[in-house]
């Protein structure tokens, strides 16, 4: 395969709590707390090969948002490096910043928070093109309706504003938007969580259309694995912060290796299984801001052993195109 | 089912509005038997949430009950006022909100609140209504129950308030509990702890429960019955296996065939076409029938309840004949786990 379109170097991300005067008086005079640290994303490695789709898949509190968020541009990493056709995305200064992420696009989950409601849906998709010139000024109204037409919208609905949209039309609006800027990635946040089910087919279904069409890459990031494994490539499990496991979709759902995946896969009702007998993965996710030691699943695990409790495991190769981060797959005990 | 705990009759619920009367719920009926769990599945807009307010009586104007029975062990509860409901409600009928923040006071400890509530229906010492606390956190799986009794709500977990919120309304061991969304908010591997929670407690104390949801999964593994609601109606009910397995109403069947996971990856996903309608403009007849791939002439009446084998209804002219709808379970083994 080519080179990769977008590679993730070995990225952490740590949020600091900001200190009260209080506190930060009493840590000058030699009495204050430590500062708390969340460990959002640490030590994650990812490659995006051009016309691929990866699904993000984690609990909340795993990681996954915030990894979208570094890989638009829209946080720097704490550590490692995002390079974008080898380019880096945080390094950039200035004009090169925007320019560079300007090929990077986000679609948020909540299309009620997402669109300016004091702006007339057609204004806000054409802003973005016509600011970094993309198109003309005089040229956006046309440039417009064409997106419109394209996501399944009535291009003479660009005089409304957003408040006169369902859910998922303004759900459309946002792709829209994002597709405006011609990108070369598209990251998709949760785009279908807020929808309900017979909206959320025809999202996806547009989705699935204009990667098609337009042969997109894409990250899309979901805490739902039937959505996930219907649109991905590849999908990357996440777990406080780390990739637990990496594989190409099809393989993952055969067959999945990390006792969290198998967990996860466990606990998700599914439709047609009938009443059934819950396995429910035992124990709470745990805070982020005091992660377990070793392996961050080793509380929960059913086959954690002394070596899970002290050492964490790296993610590595178990197959082709496969990987999992545990210490049961690189022999020995656990 | 002979020994209906709760039996809902014809219930319709209005909202006044600058634009007329809205009918939020428009003549639901439904029974559910002891230690039965109904799953009440519907749509944003659909009325399921308003119905589960309207049997506990929690509708304020501008919303009023319209018309309609009630009947929780054969006493119609929409009549009570004041001191009879109080004494109903919380001891022989119960609700779980979406969000436990909603149940729990933020600056009071559990063990406080829980202490109000068991004394506020039985004359007990502090001490006999706080082993009565501690007993029913235990049974709804909470860890070191004594600890929790001392905690505060902010202390602890998403999971863990919802839990403490059942607790809470298992107190009294009400035959029924009204469940509104109560674990849409949670992480799936937190969601199947409390499934299992709830399925066990259902079979173990016979409390019936009314489970309010948008999730056809959650409905599908945990209820014996399904209740699916549109635009202010109940259009399908039947045993749960049966109406996921075969449904009859185009609307369910469009509902279900719409799930990604029931389908090969990238395969183009069934969808129904349209968008909810508003209730202040809802099509004469058939609320679904515009965008129904079987609606005929017709569909702009009213439809008819059609009944079935096995007490299955569909509200519906032209409902789905057994044979013609494809299980939709033969292509959904793939993605359980394989260990």
């Not at chain 2, 559910?32 to 799953?39: E, F, M, P, T």
């Not at chain 2, 079979?203 to 599908?220: K, N, P, Q, R």
């Not at chain 2, 065939?257 to 076409?273: I, K, Y």
Request: with cysteine.
């Amino acid at each position: 395969m080519s080179a990769a379109l977008l590679d993730v170097d070995h990225v952490s991300k740590r949020f600091v709590k900001q200190k009260s005067l209080g506190e930060r008086i009493a840590s000058v005079l030699g009495a204050g707390r430590k500062s708390e640290i969340v460990r959002a994303v640490s030590d994650v490695s990812l490659s995006v090969h051009k016309g691929e789709v990866i699904g993000l898949v984690g609990e909340s509190g795993c990681g996954k948002s915030t990894l979208g968020r570094i890989i638009a541009g829209i946080y720097t990493p704490s550590d490692g490096n995002v390079l974008f056709d080898q380019k880096p995305v945080a390094k950039q200064q200035g004009r090169r910043t925007s320019k560079l992420t300007t090929r990077i696009q986000m679609v948020h989950q909540d299309p009620f928070a997402s669109l300016n409601p004091r702006m007339r849906i057609g204004d806000t998709v054409a802003e973005g093109p016509v600011t970094h010139r993309i198109v003309k000024a005089r040229e956006a109204d046309g440039y417009v309706a064409d997106l419109l037409a394209r996501v399944g919208l009535d291009p003479s609905y660009r005089r409304r504003f957003p408040h006169q949209f369902s859910g998922g039309q303004r759900q459309r609006i946002a792709i829209a938007r994002a597709l405006a800027m011609k990108p070369d990635l598209l990251v998709l946040d949760e785009p279908v969580a807020s929808l309900d089910v017979s909206i959320q087919a025809q999202v996806l279904n547009l989705f699935m259309d204009l990667r098609r069409d337009l042969d997109l890459t894409a990250i899309f990031i979901s805490h739902d694995l039937g959505v996930v494994r219907h649109v991905s490539d590849r999908v990357a499990i996440m777990y406080l912060g780390r990739i637990v496991e990496l594989s190409p979709t099809a393989d993952l759902y055969a067959a999945p290796n990390h006792p969290y995946t198998k967990a996860l896969f466990e606990s998700v009702p599914r439709i047609g299984v009938g009443r059934r007998n819950f396995h429910p993965i035992a124990g709470e996710i745990p805070s982020p801001l005091n992660p377990p030691n070793g392996c961050h699943f080793h509380p929960r695990c059913p086959f954690a052993g002394p070596r899970c409790r002290a050492e964490a495991p790296p993610l590595t190769a178990i197959g082709s195109g496969r990987f999992s981060a545990c210490h049961l797959n690189t022999g020995g005990t656990a | 089912m002979s020994e209906a705990v709760l039996s809902v009759q014809d219930l319709r619920t209005q909202f006044k509005t600058r634009t007329g009367m809205l009918n939020a719920v428009d003549g639901v009926s439904f029974e559910v038997g002891r230690g039965r769990i109904l799953g009440l599945v519907g749509e944003s807009g659909s009325g399921k949430s308003v119905t589960g307010y309207s049997i506990l009586g929690l509708i304020e104007p501008p919303g009023l009950i319209a018309g309609g029975e009630v009947l929780l062990n054969g006493r119609d509860i929409t009549r009570l006022k004041g001191d009879e409901l109080r004494r109903v409600r919380g001891a022989q009928i119960a609700m779980v909100f979406q969000d436990p923040m909603m149940t729990l006071n933020p600056v009071l400890k559990i063990g406080t609140q829980m202490i109000a509530a068991v004394r506020a229906h039985d004359r007990v010492s502090r001490r006999t209504a706080w082993e009565r606390a501690r007993d029913a956190l235990a049974k709804v799986g909470i860890p070191s129950p004594e600890e929790r009794l001392d905690a505060y709500p902010h202390q602890l977990s998403g999971g863990m308030r919802q839990r403490v919120a059942i607790a809470i309304a298992l107190l009294h061991r009400p035959a029924v509990i009204i469940a509104d969304e109560p674990t849409t908010a949670l992480d799936v591997s937190i969601q199947g702890q409390i499934l299992a929670e709830v399925r066990r407690l259902a079979d173990e104390t016979g409390t019936a429960f009314v489970w309010v949801t948008h999730d056809l999964a959650v409905v599908s593994s945990l209820a014996d019955d399904i209740c699916v609601m549109y635009a202010g109606r109940i259009v399908e009910t039947g045993a749960a296996a049966d109406v996921i397995a075969s449904p009859r109403h185009p609307y369910t069947a469009g509902l279900l065939a719409s799930v990604p996971a029931e389908h090969e990856p990238g395969e183009r996903l069934p969808q129904v076409p349209g968008s909810t309608p508003s209730l202040s403009d809802l099509p004469p007849g058939c609320a679904f029938a515009p965008r129904c791939f079987k609606a005929g002439p017709a569909c702009t009446t009213t439809p008819p309840i059609q009944k079935f084998e096995d007490g299955r209804t569909a509200l519906c002219h032209y409902p789905i004949e057994s044979n013609s709808c494809q299980p939709l379970s033969s292509t959904s083994t793939t993605y359980r786990s394989a260990s």
